[in-house]
């Protein structure tokens, strides 16, 4: 028998990578724990005098890395990059607010926010109100002596109305009450909360700030370092912490981020007007459209960047929705938004279905009503292709 080589020079592993390699790319750290060199020297790690990584949940390079980059675009420090921009919203949760305590939060959150607020946190004895942020004297009324936190997302899903950010962030300071945005539809591109008066800042990283649909994260920022410090450790406890390849894939994605954002926005915005223009169109909310009604807050806090979300109805019922879904073959129906391709979503089915017919059609989400999330093609092609979707969806009006 021909002889082996010894089954321990296999499995054992030397110490990679060698740190005189000096790649151009970040490399992709999937290791799940850290050597130290002695017991002496991790003492120095966990009492702070040294820098290092003991195991994989508690941290890796690839998460911190890109929470660099993240907390340099948002102007924060020391962030958390999580499991998913829902892992995030635990996060907040977890390290900001007390059984018996009280949460004031915008009505037409992202869904999920939604739910884990109406129906997992009076699990743990805390109350919610929910109330419309472009009238800050509705949040104002909202507020009780038990509020600890007020939850907003700058732009909301789908019907995009844009919060009053300073009148809330105002109520916020006076009553003591920490700010809580999401800036996922938003993005540091257009908008900075903290510069607002936001506490803690997060977003979906998943969505147009990886911008390819391949990682779901999340990120975290808090201006006071004593929640930033609770902030990473029930990320790490609860065990929120991102995949390594996951961040790998972001950090890439966030590298043409500003570029891509700039594309999309002039997309949306060349297709809002075409849109408009449509006779098969009935409606277009668009914050960049002077017929916004929230044009006005929209252009003094996104300084132009509206962003690449944009809706639209058109008439004709689920029939005529369906005929403009099919003769759009290549604007991909999907429930996402932000990617580097223009994707379509139809809140009625999806991101809404939970809600009662009532509820949305106080919120104008009809059968008609289309979401788009406008990437970055050729704007002659998308004009093209919607052109032919509208056309068809006429045709099949009920
Ligand atoms: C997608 C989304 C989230 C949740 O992010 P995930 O990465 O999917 O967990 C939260 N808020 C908003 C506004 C979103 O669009």
Redesign the pocket.
Known sequence: MAERPENRSVVRRGLVPPDDLRPLVTPLYPSVAYRAASPDALDDQYEGRTEGYTYAREGHPNADVLADKLDWLEGMHEGVVTA??????TAIILATVEQGAHVVAGEQ??G??MRMLSQDLPRFGVGVSFVDTCDADAVRAAVRPETQIVLV?VMS?PTLRIADLEGIAAIAREEGLLLVV?N??TTPRAIRPADYGADIVFS????LLAGHSDA???YVAARNRKIRARLRDVAVTWGLTPSPFDCWLAERGLHSFAVRYDRATENAAELADFLAAHEAVERVIYPGRADHPDHARAAALLAGAWGNMLSFTIAGGRRAANALVTAAPDIAFAP??GDIGTTLSHPATSSHRGLDPSERTALGITEGFFRLSVGIEDIDLLRDELDRALIAAQAERE
């Open positions: 998913s921009g829902m892992a995030a919203l959150l992202y999920r926010s997302e899903n999401d996922t539809f979906s990283v998943t969505k779901t994260l999340g996402t938004l």
